[in-house]
């Protein structure tokens, strides 16, 4: 072999491992509402999740609820203007526009445009639902059409609300279930089955030890939703395995940084 191959050969060897260790190197980044801070993105747009997965974050996060007439829909906020979006049925809600012009996503739209993007994990939200009958309908609905999509191996399912939390791991066992209400012990979460704990930033400063004692117990820990490098540093070193974020390119980058 030529010595200018075998040089090549060395270089890209070690360049692959290099970049290996950049994006193995924890914590790992998730787009909270997607990367929609953006060009041309809104929060909980499909737009959003193309380009989480353009910036290979590991996951893009995302929101749903339950409409009247049990319609799955992506969007935060319970309300559109005088609309309560669980208690409005599709049709009223099916032509409002987000912030880059598309419409509010059904959550099939959502999906069926996720089966092809495969770069990042979909953390699916499912919010608090006011009626608690509805919140375990739409547990069992969201299960359901994870599983039908073939999305399942994607997904990580988080929640504020526990009785969604434990319905989301009832239904689907196997899924990392992630509770997001801050006020429950890693031990108690351990109890429950529980993946790990994805709590704020507020919560998780509070509560130093918990990165400990989560680690100890075997559960992973997300933090949200953390925007400063300062910040961000500081989950890092902690140990969260997880940062949820309005700017993936600035963790990104800020992670790149402290692995140096
Ligand atoms: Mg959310």
């Known amino acids: 072999m030529k010595q200018s191959n075998l040089f090549l050969i060395c270089f890209l060897f070690i360049s692959t491992l290099l970049s290996c260790s950049e994006t193995e190197s924890g914590p790992k980044v998730i787009a909270h509402r997607g990367y929609w801070k953006t060009e041309g993105s809104a929060q909980n ?9 353009e910036i290979n974050a ?8 339950l409409t009247s007439d049990d319609v799955l829909i992506v969007f935060h906020d319970k309300k559109i203007d005088s609309l309560h979006l669980q208690k409005t049925p599709y049709a009223e809600l099916k032509d409002i526009a987000l912030k880059n012009g598309e419409k509010i996503p059904t959550l099939e739209q959502y999906l069926d445009r996720a089966k092809s993007l495969k770069n990042s994990k979909l953390i699916f939200e499912l919010k608090s ?3 608690p009958a509805r919140e375990l309908e739409a547990a069992k609905r969201s299960v359901e059409m994870i599983n039908e999509k073939g999305l399942t ?6 929640a504020f609300s526990l009785e969604a ?12 279930v992630y509770y997001l209400n801050g006020d429950l012990s890693p031990k108690e979460l ?3 089955g529980f993946t790990g704990l994805d709590y704020s930033y507020n919560v998780m400063s509070k509560n130093p030890n918990w990165f400990k004692e989560a680690k100890d117990l075997g559960l992973k820990i997300n933090v949200w939703t953390v925007n400063k490098p300062e910040r961000m540093k500081e989950m890092i070193e902690a140990g ?11 963790l990104q980058q800020v992670i790149r940084e402290y692995h140096k």
Request: charged residues 35%.
């Open 58 to 65: 590991f996951g893009s996060e995302f929101d749903v609820h």
């Open 153 to 158: 191996k994607q997904t990580e399912y988080i």
């Open 165 to 176: 939390a434990k319905e989301l791991h009832r239904l689907s066992p196997e899924t990392p």
């Open 240 to 250: 969260a395995d997880f940062i949820t974020t309005d700017e993936p390119e600035l």
């Open 45 to 53: 747009s499909i737009r959003s999740l193309e380009l989480a997965n």
């Open 190 to 192: 351990k109890e429950l």
């Open 129 to 131: 639902h006011d009626d």
